[in-house]
C-alpha cells in the first residue's frame, strides 16, 4: 500500500534511513514497500538487501514465538522533481524497469537537460502522478494517479471517477513521526538557503507522511475499495526478486571477462601472460616462484577473478606502452606474485614474505582491489581510456556520500535559525563547550544536531575507485555527472562492495610526477637515460642508505616529515626491510599505541629482546617481536595458533572492524583458542598472545603497503643523491611535497645551483635547468595572470628573445599592471636597466591607461629617450619585493632581515656536543605541528633551519610554552635545553619568541 516511501537519501528531505524503514514496516506487519527517493536510486539496492536480510534474521523468532514468518516485499523505483515540485512516481516492475528509470535519470543529469512534465515511454514502468496534476490527454496503461485519504472527499463528481482503474492510494513516507517533520523543516531550509521560518509550505512534506498500520491505511479508503485493489494489483505485479539468488548477495552480472569469448579464455591469456612476466622477474627454473603462482591463479580462477587481472594488466600496458607513464602499484594488491610478474606491482612477494591471502583467499566474500597512482597530471589520461574502451552504462566512477559534520551541522541549524554569525562561532569554538552548555540557544542546536549527526547530505566522487560491469550499471543505480566530466553511480564503496562490483583505483600523487620530470630533466640536462626501474641496485647503494641513516630526504617522496626524518635517524635506516618497517610505525595509530618506541628499542638491543615462545621468535624475528603489519596478526594466527591463512586473514580484518557479523567473529575467536590449545600452549600463553593481536590489529598496516611506498622512496633517493639539482627542479615543478615552496628552492641552491629570480628571455612557465644555472618559472609569480604566465615563454619561443621593454610590450600586448609587477621582480633586466627606470618607461609606452598596440607595424617607430636623475634601489628593497611576489625572498636569506647580528650559540651540526645543556639557538621557522595529551591540553613541535642551512627540531610543553608560541614566518630565538633520544637531538622549549626584523625601506618612506 505504501508505494511512495522516501528515505534519508531523498537529501535533506527524508530524516529515515534504509534500515529504520524496514525495522518500522516489520514492527507494524508491513507487507509490501516502495522505496522512491527523490531523483536517485541510491538506496535501492540496500532497501532489497535489507529487506531479504531481516527476514532472515526475523524468522527463527517469529517461528519460536508462534508467528507465522514473512518477507517484506521489497520494490523500488525513482520519484522525480523538478524546482522542489513533485512532478511523477516511478516505480519498477521489474528489474528491466529499475534500468529503465535509472537511465532515464542518468540520461537527464549527463545531458543537463530539464526533467519532463510527463513521465517518459517505459516499458517495464508504472506512473502515478499527483493528484492535483491536471490532464490535457487520455492516461497511458502504466499510468496512475495517487489519491491521499485527505483528497478523497474532492472526488465527488470528478473526471477521474470515470477511470476508475487509474486510481492508487498514495501515502508518501517521510518522517517517523511529528517530532522527525520538525527535523524535515530543519533540513529543507538548509536546502534551501533560507530561515527556518520562511521555508514555503509546498517544499514541505505533511506531518501525517509517516508509516502506519496496513489495516489502518487500508481503513481510510474503506468508501473505494477499487483504490485498493488497484494499488495492490499494482505491487503484485512489480518483482524485484531477480535482484538475488539464494543467499545474502545480490545476483549481478558484474564481473567483465577480458576475452569476448568468456572467462575460459581469460583464465588462458592470464596464465600465458603471467607465464611471460615470472621468466622476466625470476628467471626460467625458479621453482618456489613457480609453485606460488600456480597457488595464487588457482584462487584468481576459483573467485572468478582472471578477467579482473587482466583488465589491470591491460591498464597498466597502455600507462607504459602507449603513453611511458610511470606508476606505482600499492596496497595488498603488492601481496601477489601474480601482479608482480604483471607489473601491476613493483614489489617482490617472495623476497619479503608477503602472504597472497592479505590480498584474496578462499573465503573472501568482498572482492579485492588495486591501487594503481598515477603522476598528478597524467591520471585523466588514463581515466579516459578507461571509459573510452569499455561501452556506455558499463563503466562509472564511484560515489561517497558526505554526512553532516559536528561543526558543520552547528552552523547550518544556526543559519537557519538566523543567529549572526559571532554567536554562531561561538558555538563552535571548542574552548567554550563549559560555558555553551548553559545556553539555551545552544542547547536547541546540540539537540537538533544530534537528531542530524551523520545523516546523508550530498552525493561526491571516490578519489579514483572506478567500476566495470559485465552487465549495465544502471541495473544497480542512476548515474551523475559532476565537474569532473565522468559518469559516478549514487552510492559508495561499502554498497559496491556488497552488490559484488570489484573496483578500479586509479589515483594520483606528486611523488610520481617528481620522479618522472627528473628523470627527463636529466636526459635533457645531462645527457643520461636512467632506468629508475632498477631497484634491485638501488637498495643496496651506500650512498643512497647513508643519505637515509643521517635522516636528510628532504624532496623525497614519503620520508621527507620531520618525524619521518627523526625516525629515519633514531634507527639508524640503511637499508630497504628497516625503511619498509619504518613506513609502516610511523602511522599514527601504530605510533600512538607506543609501538613505535618498542620497535627501535628492541632494534637497537635484539639480543634483549624476550620473546613469548619460540613460535614468536621464528615468526616476529625480523620485527624484534613486535607485530608492525598487518601480515604479522596473519603470520601469528597461522603458525601460532594453526589458524589456515584465509580464516587468520578474516580475523585480521575483523579485528580491525571492517568484519560486520559479530557471531561469525566470535566463532573465528573460539576456534582461535581451540586451535592453539590443541598445538599444546598453555591458556597463559594463548591469552597474552591474543592480548597483543587484539590490540595491535586496529592500528595495523599493510606490509606490501609500506614495500610499494619504500620503493619509491629508494627511486627518489637516487635521483637526489646523483641529480640533486634536476631532483629538485622536478619537486619544484611538481608542488605537492611536505614542506613549502621555499624549503625545496633553498635545498636546491644547497646543491650548488645557480638559482635566478624570473626572466622574460630566460624562464619558461614553470622552473628550468641549464647546465648549473636554474630560471624560476612564471607559475609561482603571485598576481601574474595565467594568460601571461603562457604567452610570455610561447612568444620568445616562436620569435625570438625580446631586444628590449618597448619589443616586450608590443609582442606580448601586456597591460601596465602586470609589466609592472614584472619589473618589481627585476624579470626585465635583461635590458641593463635598473627598475627605477624601467617604471618610468613603462608609464612612458603604456601611460595610466592600458594602449591597444598592434603586434606588427609598418614602421617601427622609437620613442624618444629621456635622460633621467639616479634612482636608488636597495637589496632590503627587492628582497621586500621577491617575498610578496614569490613568497620568499631568493636572493636574501631570512636571517639577513634580523635587526640583530646574533645567530645563535650553537649551530644544528654540534648539537651532539651540548646534550643535557640549557643553550641558546637562533632558527629560521619551517613548519610546526600541534598534537593533544593525554590531558587534553596542546604541545608543539617545530622545524626550523640554523644559519648554516641546516635543520634542526623543537618540542614546546604546555608548561613551558605560551597558548600560541608560533607567530609565522620568521626567525625566532628559543632558549632550550638540548635532549637526544636514539641518536637524535631536538631542542626542549624554555623560552621562545619571535625577532625583530627591518621594515621595508618603502614602507617605511
Not at 532489497?48 to 527463527?60: D, G
Not at 597498466?316 to 608482480?340: K, M
Not at 599514527?588 to 619460540?614: N, Q
Amino acid at each position: 500500500m505504501f508505494l511512495n516511501v522516501h528515505s534519508s537519501y531523498s537529501l535533506k528531505y527524508g530524516t529515515i534511513d534504509v534500515k529504520g524503514i524496514v525495522k518500522q514496516a516489520r514492527a507494524l506487519g508491513i507487507h509490501q514497500l516502495v522505496l522512491t527517493d527523490i531523483n536517485n536510486s541510491t538506496g535501492a539496492v540496500e532497501f532489497i538487501r535489507e529487506c531479504y536480510n531481516q527476514e532472515i534474521a526475523k524468522a527463527a523468532d517469529e517461528v519460536q514465538n508462534g508467528n507465522t514468518p514473512y518477507q517484506i516485499k521489497p520494490i523500488a523505483g525513482i520519484e522525480f522533481r523538478k524546482d522542489n515540485q513533485l512532478l511523477y512516481i516511478g516505480i519498477a516492475q521489474n528489474k528491466e524497469g529499475m534500468r529503465e528509470l535509472n537511465e532515464f535519470l542518468s540520461n537527464h543529469n549527463i545531458n543537463g537537460s530539464v526533467l519532463p512534465d510527463d513521465a517518459p515511454n517505459l516499458q517495464n514502468v508504472f506512473f502515478i502522478y499527483p493528484f492535483t496534476k491536471i490532464f490535457k490527454r487520455d492516461l497511458k496503461p502504466n499510468e496512475f494517479v495517487g489519491v491521499k485519504s485527505k483528497q478523497l472527499n474532492f472526488l465527488y463528481k470528478h473526471a477521474l471517477l470515470q477511470h476508475k482503474e487509474k486510481m492508487v492510494v498514495w501515502h508518501p513516507v517521510t518522517v517517523s513521526n511529528k517530532v522527525e517533520h520538525r527535523l524535515h523543516e530543519y533540513l529543507r531550509a538548509i536546502e534551501l538557503n533560507t530561515l527556518l521560518t520562511m521555508v514555503p509550505k509546498d517544499v514541505k512534506c505533511d506531518e501525517d507522511e509517516f508509516l502506519i498500520a496496513e489495516n489502518e491505511l487500508k481503513n481510510k479508503f474503506e468508501r473505494f475499495p477499487f483504490i485498493i485493489e488497484n494499488t495492490q494489483k499494482m505491487i503484485d505485479a512489480c518483482d524485484l526478486s531477480a535482484y538475488f539468488e539464494p543467499g545474502p548477495q545480490p545476483k549481478s552480472k558484474n564481473r567483465f571477462s577480458y576475452c569476448k569469448e568468456g572467462e575460459e579464455f581469460d583464465k588462458k591469456l592470464l596464465r600465458k601472460i603471467a607465464g611471460k612476466g615470472l621468466e622476466y622477474r625470476y628467471g626460467k627454473n625458479d621453482l618456489v616462484a613457480r609453485e606460488r603462482m600456480e597457488k595464487e591463479l588457482r584462487i584468481i580462477e576459483l573467485k572468478h577473478y582472471c578477467g579482473y587481472f587482466l583488465i589491470t594488466f591491460d591498464i597498466i600496458r597502455y600507462a607504459i606502452g602507449r603513453c611511458n607513464f610511470y606508476h606505482v602499484g600499492r596496497g595488498s594488491g603488492a601481496n601477489s606474485i601474480v601482479a608482480y610478474c604483471l607489473r601491476i606491482t613493483d614489489v617482490d612477494p617472495i623476497e619479503l614474505d608477503l602472504y597472497f591471502e592479505r590480498f584474496l583467499h578462499e573465503k573472501r566474500t568482498s572482492p579485492p582491489d588495486f591501487d594503481i597512482d598515477f603522476a598528478w597530471d597524467e591520471r585523466e589520461t588514463i581515466q579516459k581510456y578507461i571509459f573510452k574502451k569499455y561501452p556506455k552504462w558499463h563503466v562509472a566512477f564511484l560515489g561517497t556520500m558526505s554526512t553532516f559534520k559536528d561543526r558543520a551541522i552547528i552552523r547550518e541549524i544556526g543559519k537557519v535559525l538566523g543567529l549572526p554569525k559571532g554567536e554562531i562561532d561561538s558555538f563552535t569554538d571548542p574552548t567554550r563547550v563549559a560555558e555553551n552548555q548553559k545556553n539555551a540557544t545552544y542547547k536547541k542546536l546540540v539537540a537538533v544536531h544530534q537528531h542530524m549527526q551523520n545523516m546523508p547530505n550530498q552525493r561526491s566522487i571516490h578519489a579514483g575507485g572506478i567500476l566495470i560491469s559485465e552487465e549495465p550499471i544502471t541495473y544497480y543505480t542512476a548515474l551523475d555527472l559532476p565537474p569532473k566530466g565522468f559518469v559516478t553511480v549514487q552510492w559508495d564503496m561499502y554498497e559496491a562492495e556488497a552488490i559484488g562490483y570489484e573496483k578500479f583505483d586509479i589515483l594520483s600523487q606528486r611523488g610520481i610526477g617528481h620522479i618522472r620530470e627528473a628523470v627527463h630533466i636529466v636526459k635533457e640536462n645531462c645527457g643520461k637515460n636512467i632506468d629508475i626501474h632498477d631497484f634491485k641496485t638501488f637498495k643496496h647503494d651506500p650512498k643512497l642508505n647513508g643519505i637515509l641513516r643521517e635522516g636528510q630526504p628532504i624532496g623525497c617522496f614519503y620520508i621527507e616529515s620531520p618525524a619521518m626524518r627523526q625516525l629515519l635517524k633514531k634507527l639508524k635506516c640503511e637499508d630497504y626491510l628497516t625503511l619498509v618497517a619504518a613506513s609502516s610505525i610511523i602511522r599514527p595509530g601504530v605510533a600512538s599505541s607506543g609501538m613505535m618506541k618498542s620497535f627501535i628499542e628492541r632494534y637497537h638491543a635484539p639480543d634483549k629482546v624476550v620473546y613469548l615462545c619460540e613460535e614468536m621468535e621464528i615468526r616476529l624475528k625480523d620485527t624484534y617481536g613486535v607485530m608492525v603489519y598487518q601480515e604479522d596478526v596473519i603470520k601469528v594466527c597461522h603458525y601460532f595458533a594453526g589458524l589456515d591463512l584465509a580464516d587468520a586473514d578474516v580475523l585480521r580484518k575483523a579485528m580491525s572492524g571492517k568484519y560486520r557479523s559479530k557471531l561469525a567473529f566470535e566463532e573465528l575467536v573460539n576456534k582461535f583458542f581451540i586451535s592453539a590449545r590443541t598445538k599444546g600452549h598453555s591458556k597463559e600463553l594463548i591469552a597474552e598472545v591474543w592480548r597483543q593481536i587484539s590490540s595491535f590489529a586496529g592500528y595495523s598496516f599493510s606490509k606490501a603497503h609500506s614495500a610499494s611506498f619504500a620503493v619509491e622512496s629508494y627511486q627518489s633517493l637516487y635521483l637526489k643523491t646523483y641529480y640533486p639539482k634536476e631532483f629538485m627542479v622536478a619537486v619544484l615543478n611538481n608542488y605537492g611535497g611536505f614542506y613549502t615552496r621555499w624549503v625545496y628552492v633553498h635545498e636546491l641552491q644547497k646543491t650548488g645551483a645557480k638559482v635566478h629570480l624570473p626572466c622574460v628571455n630566460q624562464s619558461d612557465e614553470v622552473v628550468n635547468i641549464r647546465g648549473n644555472d636554474v630560471y624560476l618559472g612564471f607559475v609561482g609569480v603571485q598576481g601574474l595572470e595565467n594568460k601571461f604566465v603562457e604567452t610570455i615563454p610561447l612568444e620568445r619561443r616562436l620569435n625570438g628573445p625580446f631586444k628590449d621593454l618597448e619589443q616586450f610590450v608590443k609582442r606580448t600586448q601586456i597591460t601596465l599592471e602586470q609589466a609592472i609587477l614584472l619589473i618589481r621582480l627585476g624579470a626585465m633586466r635583461f635590458t641593463g636597466k635598473d627598475k627605477k627606470t624601467l617604471l618610468w618607461d613603462i608609464y612612458n609606452y603604456l601611460g595610466h591607461k592600458q594602449k591597444r598596440l598592434n603586434a606588427t607595424e609598418l614602421f617601427n617607430i622609437e620613442h624618444k629617450e629621456y635622460a633621467l636623475p639616479m634612482l636608488e634601489n636597495s637589496a632590503l628593497e627587492d628582497a621586500y619585493v621577491e617575498w610578496e611576489l614569490l613568497t620568499f625572498p631568493l636572493n636574501y636569506n631570512m636571517f639577513d632581515f634580523l635587526k640583530t647580528s646574533y645567530r645563535g650559540d650553537v649551530m644544528a651540526t654540534d648539537m651532539n656536543k651540548h646534550v643535557g645543556e640549557t643553550v641558546r639557538m637562533v632558527g629560521n621557522y619551517v613548519c610546526e605541528k600541534t598534537v593533544h595529551t593525554i590531558k587534553n591540553t596542546k604541545m608543539w613541535f617545530g622545524t626550523f633551519l640554523d644559519k648554516n642551512g641546516d635543520f634542526f627540531d623543537t618540542i614546546h610543553f604546555p608548561n613551558s610554552t605560551p597558548m600560541y608560541p608560533f607567530k609565522g614566518r620568521g626567525c625566532y630565538l628559543i632558549l632550550g635545553k638540548i635532549v637526544e633520544d636514539f641518536g637524535f637531538q631536538s631542542v626542549e622549549v624554555l623560552k621562545f619568541a619571535k625577532l625583530d626584523i627591518m621594515m621595508n625601506p618603502v614602507a617605511v618612506d
